[in-house]
């Protein structure tokens, strides 16, 4: 249980970071649409954006992103006290692949959700 509460302070503490950097700090200079999921999503899926589609599409990035990352953020942390090296380097293999899988499937399941939705 004490794991669980670990995982959604740091998931909460990515996603407000996240949130500020795309809120505060794009929103101000108009690049809300300039992340390269965004781009991603919207060249291969076909999506016709205009601004309030664009809004909610950032939101939705920002929270799948937050927790694509807090997840393998985790598991480097949770492993952090190994004194092996070798089990180190393990761990930070197996937490890119984690990166990389679900960067692939959030992204994939995204794009048919919007597609199918019509956007």
Known sequence: MEYVLYYFVLLFIVFLCMYLYSYVYK??????????????????????MDKTKAKKLARILVLVDSVILSIPLYIDLFFLRIDNIM????????????????????????????KEKGW
């Open 87 to 114: 089990k180190l380097v393990i761990v930070m293999i197996v937490s890119s692949f984690v990166f990389t899988i679900l960067i692939l499937v959030s992204y994939k399941t995204i794009g048919k959700i919007l």
């Open 27 to 48: 929103g101000k200079r108009n690049k809300l649409g300039s992340s390269a999921g965004f781009k991603y999503l919207e060249k291969v899926y076909n999506l016709n």
